[in-house]
């Protein structure tokens, strides 16, 4: 019998839905959210509203391009979180309203995990997925994580940011460059077209699987500051070399800890996931690194690094398989690792 799920994304500033059929994906929604730009940064208040517009034209237009009825769905998968609290309530409670007047279960989602599993959306049949157990680097802008999955419920922490987030070290830097935010993809263009071995940057000595960024930003912080003072001009006539240089080195970082728990857990398949593995640079090194060792690697769509409903739909069919339904009573939660 055919299972169709439909999944709900809504923890940050992107309000998606997406359907899923037996594993293979139907459609995927995201309406983005541009309000955020002219203040830096995301404005929860501002997200929340945004969601509740976007929430029913965004759901239905899933459903629409899926071809599906929405008394065809089996269950319906919402990201519970981490996340904004304001944004996940939407996504919640619309998932909460819609099964009840439907009368289907609603399924939770961790939202670290839809990431972890959007390797396993397959657009036709022979897709190829990864094999248990694999490596997943987890980079967004709020998390820095190597995470060993077991399976789709069974996932170990191996190591985590002590500090910032790699995301977080792109967009600050490119802030201190006056680039726009989300500074990461500004970053990975300027860096095409510069010298990357041009500026050293500090580089964090932490012996165990946690990644840190903060001494990185803070020598990149420095490095600009003594060099403004005698050229003004320096940070607008380095631009690209400035870009490549932190590119390569925080690639430096992700890599180095991946090597490690590679050779630690014995494992022959690494994934990726996360905003940050939209990077150029990144997929390119892990791509080469998995190769020079004999690694199978996974490295995602690009529409599947940023928050979408398909990963969150996955995650949700899996569960949905196990019986694994949630209550009304459950509320979002702002935070928790995988
Ligand atoms: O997973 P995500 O969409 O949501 C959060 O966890 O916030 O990740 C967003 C992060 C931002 O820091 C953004 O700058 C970064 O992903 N990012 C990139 C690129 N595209 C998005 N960083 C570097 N290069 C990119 N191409």
Request: charged share 25%.
């Amino acid at each position: 019998m055919s299972v169709t799920i439909l999944g709900i994304e809504s923890s940050c500033d992107d309000t998606s839905a997406a359907v899923i059929r037996d594993g293979l994906l139907l459609s995927n929604v995201i309406a983005s959210q541009s309000v955020h730009e002219e203040y830096g940064g995301v404005v929860p208040e501002l997200a929340s509203r945004a969601h509740q517009q976007n929430i029913v034209p965004v759901v239905k237009a899933a459903l629409d391009r899926a071809g599906v009825d929405k008394r065809d769905l089996d269950a319906i998968a919402f990201t519970r979180g981490p996340g904004l609290l304001g944004s996940l309530l939407v996504g919640t409670s619309f998932a909460k309203g819609m099964s009840l007047g439907l009368r289907v279960p609603i399924v939770d989602v961790n939202h670290l995990h839809g990431h972890v599993l959007s390797h396993f959306i397959r657009r036709k049949e022979d897709d190829e997925v990864p094999e248990y157990p694999f490596l997943t680097l987890l980079i967004s802008g709020g998390n820095s994580q190597l995470i060993l999955v077991r399976n789709y419920n069974d996932m170990e922490i191996l190591g985590a940011t002590i500090d910032d987030a790699a995301g977080e070290a792109f967009d600050k830097c490119a802030k201190v460059m006056g680039l726009p935010y989300p500074g990461g993809p500004h970053i990975d263009r300027l860096a095409q077209e510069g010298d990357a071995q041009r500026f050293k940057f500090a580089k964090p000595r932490i012996p165990n699987l946690d990644y840190s960024f903060s001494g990185l930003k803070t020598s990149f912080l420095y490095t600009l500051r003594d060099a403004v003072k005698g050229d003004p001009d320096f940070v607008e006539k380095n631009r690209a070399d400035l870009a490549a240089s932190l590119q390569r080195t925080i690639i430096e970082i992700l890599i180095d800890k991946l090597d490690k728990a590679v050779k630690q857990t014995g494992v022959t398949t690494v994934a990726i996931g996360g905003g940050v593995s939209a990077n150029s640079g990144v997929r390119n090194a892990v791509a080469e690194y998995c190769k020079a060792h004999g690694i199978k690697a996974f490295i995602p769509e690009r529409a599947f690094t940023t928050d979408n409903a398909a990963m969150v739909a996955i995650a949700g069919y899996f569960k949905y398989l196990d019986k694994q339904f949630c209550g009304y009573d459950e509320v979002p939660f702002a935070r928790v690792t995988v």
